[in-house]
T-cell receptor, first 115, second 118 residues
Framework: NAGVTQTPKFQVLKTGQSMTLQCAQDMNHNSMYWYRQDPGMGLRLIYYSASEGTTDKGEVPNGYNVSRLNKREFSLRLESAAPSQTSVYFC??????????????FGNGTRLTVT | AQKITQTQPGMFVQEKEAVTLDCTYDTSDQSYGLFWYKQPSSGEMIFLIYQGSYDEQNATEGRYSLNFQKARKSANLVISASQLGDSAMYFCAMRGGVYGGSQGNLIFGKGTKLSVKP
């Protein structure tokens, strides 16, 4: 009964380092999402993948890249980390985005600190 | 533009009392969905309740109900008989159609921190 699994749970990077956040879902969902959560800002969409083979920018895509590896997996890459990317990152999945009644199912988040 | 506004950064409620968390939204979509999520201090995002724009009845899920006023563009969450475990951040979110302003994505408000006092 895993749902959405994110790794790692915590990460500390130095400015300029790169890393990839991994996300996998076992609910056979079509759509996957990456959000960041900052204090007082709610959750903001970074990138999303409406279906396998497609990815699109969200509200705050700068400094990030994504890969939809297959239907289950959606990774987020920081090529050159900056202190402004210190945040909590959430991966989520849902049925087809056209189903407006379909809630997002979230992973437990990755807390990233960039020094 | 799609927007969710939660005007209460923090709220206090006495245990066993009811509390209303406010949410207003702005959208030009005719068809949309409204969601509430709970985020306890442990950090996970928990889906609570959903209301569709064409639903005639207000949604209810156990102690949670959604006071939906379409003309006012509000979707307030009501928690009845508050419990200590209800202390958490609560987020209102909206999803429109894929061809609408949100492109089918969930847009979140900034959240309300609810503290339940014993």
């Amino acid at each position: 009964n895993a749902g959405v699994t994110q790794t790692p749970k915590f990460q500390v990077l130095k400015t300029g380092q790169s890393m990839t956040l991994q996300c996998a879902q076992d609910m056979n969902h079509n759509s996957m999402y990456w959000y960041r959560q900052d204090p007082g800002m709610g959750l903001r969409l970074i990138y999303y993948s409406a279906s396998e083979g497609t990815t699109d920018k969200g509200e705050v895509p700068n400094g990030y890249n994504v890969s939809r590896l297959n239907k289950r997996e959606f990774s987020l890459r920081l090529e050159s980390a900056a202190p402004s990317q210190t945040s909590v990152y959430f991966c989520a999945s849902s049925d087809h985005p056209g189903m407006i009644n379909s809630p997002l199912h979230f992973g437990n988040g990755t807390r990233l600190t960039v020094t | 533009a799609q927007k969710i506004t939660q005007t209460q950064p923090g709220m206090f409620v006495q245990e066993k009392e009811a509390v209303t968390l406010d949410c207003t939204y702005d959208t030009s979509d005719q068809s949309y969905g409204l969601f509430w999520y709970k985020q306890p201090s442990s950090g996970e995002m928990i889906f609570l309740i959903y209301q569709g724009s064409y639903d005639e009845q207000n949604a209810t899920e156990g102690r949670y109900s959604l006071n939906f006023q379409k003309a006012r563009k509000s979707a307030n969450l009501v928690i009845s008989a508050s419990q200590l475990g209800d202390s958490a951040m609560y987020f209102c979110a909206m999803r429109g159609g894929v061809y609408g302003g949100s492109q089918g994505n969930l847009i979140f408000g900034k959240g309300t921190k609810l503290s339940v006092k014993p």
